[in-house]
């Protein structure tokens, strides 16, 4: 079977690599020439655990490939998944226009039946959008009712860190169809991957298109409750862990996305439940769920800098500052809307130095902040002469880390913690100041 992926971004890299992985013939198209360069070449632009080996590996054994040109591949393919971006807008809708622009190229050069697939997160709506388009370029080649095909919906559900995990893996598939055709393609190009338990969802379009933002929009309402009922914690002198552990016993609940913190980021939460949002508010409807999650969020990720100017009764200037974890979540690079970036733009402003260390975000630190920061070579490199640590991404190297090393470097024993990974005893024991979320 083959097929093609439009876009070598985090989806759809992770997407064409674990299907070539699966024995699938895999054209992956790009318009960035020197992306599609470097991957002919080995070399993955995002940091996923895995990924670069799996890339090699396939592209070596001619099942992975790469290129420019859409039709150079169109017509040697079954199926077209269409994984391009979807930034927000100002108003937090999603833009479409890399979407409709794949559209009008495949309806510009198809010569035979074709199932298009949309990968990317989009709004209810969005693929009769596409379909429109094709019809439209085919129409313009009087081709209009000579070349059939079929749309599809197929939202990805990756965690960024264990994406060939779940993609290898999933725990469900969900793909929205219009006919038959469509769903016995999907089925086959799924199959080899849930070969014991055969977990595709299929259902109409447009709730397949639903069903992505439904999902991420519930798990961002679980983490800004949890970080809600944190913040009361502290007020009334409760300890949200021991909140956290009482109500996810409860087999209604579950316990997970029930861990506080200093806000969620990355590319998908902010943006879909934003981009929720604005579907609901176009059609009439206020969400007022989501639209509290949103300013939940938003106000979180200014706690530890609240925390910090109510330790130093707001005296921040001259004071450095120490930060571990700047991506949005372990396991990955991924910056965006990461709760660190409103924590060094506002420390920044109150006039500290600040020292920071990611294992892997770096370089991505260093391309959005250039000089303003000083970049430490590790851990503790980051503490020296330091006034307060702050731990913002809980990578698995700060877990158990020398707090007597660490104390001996700092100039004052105080620590915030974001994630709430530390024991208070632990750090109490050492001498240091501990803030953590939620007690």
Request: a negative charge; one cysteine or more; hydrophobic letters at 40%.
């Amino acid at each position: 079977m083959k097929i093609a992926i439009v876009g070598t971004g985090y989806v759809g890299l992770v997407t064409g690599t674990c299907f070539a992985e699966m024995g699938t013939e895999v054209y992956c198209v790009d318009i960035d020439q020197a992306k599609i360069d470097n991957l002919k070449q080995g070399i993955v632009p995002i940091y996923e655990p895995g990924l670069e080996e799996m890339v090699a590996r396939n592209f070596q054994a001619g099942r992975l490939k790469f290129t420019t040109s859409l039709a150079e591949c169109i017509n040697e393919v079954e199926v077209l998944f269409s994984a391009v971006g979807t930034p927000p807008d100002e108003d937090g809708s999603a833009d479409l226009r890399y979407v409709i622009d794949v559209a009008r190229e495949i309806g510009r050069n198809m010569t035979h039946y074709l199932l298009v697939v949309t990968k990317s997160t989009v709004p209810v709506g969005t693929a009769a959008k596409v379909k429109a388009a094709i019809h439209e370029e085919l129409a313009k080649r009087g081709l209009d009712r000579d070349i059939p095909f079929d749309i599809a919906s197929n939202p990805e559900f990756l965690k960024e860190g264990a994406a060939i995990k779940d993609f290898m893996s999933p725990d469900r598939v969900v793909v929205g169809v219009e006919s038959e055709t469509a769903e016995k393609l999907m089925s086959k190009l799924y199959r080899p991957f849930l070969l014991n338990n055969f977990r595709v969802i299929f259902m109409d379009v447009p709730s397949a298109e639903m069903t992505k933002y439904a999902a991420n929009s519930m798990l961002a309402t679980r983490i800004s409750f949890m970080n809600d009922i944190a913040n009361l914690c502290e007020i009334v002198g409760a300890d949200v862990n021991m909140v956290r552990k009482g109500i996810g016993t409860d087999s209604r609940i579950g316990n997970h996305f029930l861990y506080p913190g200093c806000g969620y980021g990355g590319s998908c939460f902010p943006k879909d439940v934003k981009a929720l949002i604005h579907t609901a508010k176009q059609n009439g409807y206020p969400m007022r769920l989501l639209q509290a999650v949103e300013e939940i969020n938003e106000d979180q990720k200014t706690i530890l800098h609240r925390k910090l100017y109510k330790h130093f009764d707001g005296e921040l200037a001259g004071k450095s500052i120490a930060i571990w974890g700047l991506a949005f979540k372990p396991e990955t690079d991924d910056m965006r809307e990461a709760p660190s970036l409103v924590l060094i733009e506002k420390l920044l402003e109150a006039g500290c130095s600040l020292r920071v260390y990611d294992p892997v975000a770096m370089t991505e630190a260093q391309r959005r902040m250039g000089d303003a920061l000083y970049y430490a070579r590790d851990l503790y490199d980051a503490v020296v002469d330091a006034d307060a640590l702050i731990l913002v991404t809980e990578w698995k190297e700060f877990r158990l880390p020398s707090w007597p090393a660490i104390k001996r470097l700092m100039k004052q024993p105080l620590v915030l913690d974001g994630r709430n990974i530390y024991e208070i005893a632990d750090l109490e024991d050492h001498g240091f100041t501990y803030y953590r979320i939620g007690r």
